[in-house]
């Protein structure tokens, strides 16, 4: 499809192990933004890259997240340690960027990410 | 601290009813965004408001941005069960290192019973 993807949708991780979350953006889209949700939440910025430079990471709550786009397009939202308070969906979600002057985003259906 | 304060949280109606779900800020939004999401997915995009006053109808859904930018609402007519989900509200701002990101709101989680 032409939308935003992501993988995997559901991921189990044990306290301590690292996960990579998986984002493929709408094609040709330059903005990519990364928002972590808790259950009945609103999305909670993260990190943003415009092509492969990662121009925002004020959203990042610890040094354990890492967020990389190396060639413009897809782009992988790490996460090393995982502790509890890391369960909760993942959403990204990309735009036109400087293109739309409306800043509308389009989203992935996100992954959800337990941590046991 | 929560920048666009979304009310109510829940709400919880008949089909057939009217309802109004508000979104204040004291910041001013370049332009604003209403979503709905249901379980397991991302949100949708509804509708982009840009102009202060601007008033957009999608079907049985009103969308109005205040005046100055910092506010909007949304009106549901006649409401069904398929309108149930959460809906959210999120500002963009431009210039300097925003980007566009968004500011959400906590998100109104709506019932329709049939």
């Known amino acids: 499809g032409a939308g935003v993807s992501q993988s995997p949708r559901y991921k189990v991780a044990k306290r301590g192990q690292d996960v990579a979350l998986r984002c493929d953006p709408i094609?040709?889209?330059?903005?990519l933004f990364w928002y972590q949700q808790a259950l009945g939440q609103g999305p909670e910025f993260l990190t943003y890259?415009?092509?492969?430079?990662?121009?925002?990471k004020s959203g990042l709550p610890s040094d354990r997240f890492f967020a990389e786009r190396p060639e413009g397009s897809v782009s992988t939202l790490k996460i090393q340690r995982t502790q509890q308070e890391d369960s909760a969906v993942y959403l990204c979600?990309?735009?036109?960027?400087?293109?739309?002057?409306?800043?509308?985003?389009?989203f992935g259906p996100g992954t959800r990410l337990t941590v046991t | 601290t929560q920048l666009l304060e979304q009310s109510p949280q829940f709400l919880s109606i008949q089909e057939g009813e009217n309802l109004t779900v508000y979104c204040n800020s004291s910041?001013?939004?370049?332009?604003l965004q209403w979503y709905r999401q249901e379980p397991g997915e991302g949100p949708v995009l509804l509708v982009t408001?840009?102009?202060?006053?601007e008033v957009k109808k999608l079907k049985r859904l009103t969308f109005q941005f205040g005046d100055a930018r910092k506010d909007s609402s949304l009106h549901i007519t006649a409401a069904q069960p398929g309108d149930t989900g959460l809906y959210l509200c999120?500002?963009?701002?431009?210039?300097?290192?925003?980007?566009?990101?968004?500011?959400f709101g906590q998100g109104t989680i709506l019932t329709v019973h049939p």
């Open positions: 979600a990309s735009s036109g960027g400087l293109r739309d002057s409306r800043y509308e985003q389009y």
């Open positions: 094609s040709g889209h330059v903005s």
């Open positions: 890259f415009q092509n492969e430079a990662q121009l925002d």
């Open positions: 910041s001013v939004f370049s332009s």
């Open positions: 408001v840009v102009t202060g006053g």
């Open positions: 999120a500002g963009a701002r431009a210039g300097g290192t925003s980007y566009g990101k968004l500011t």
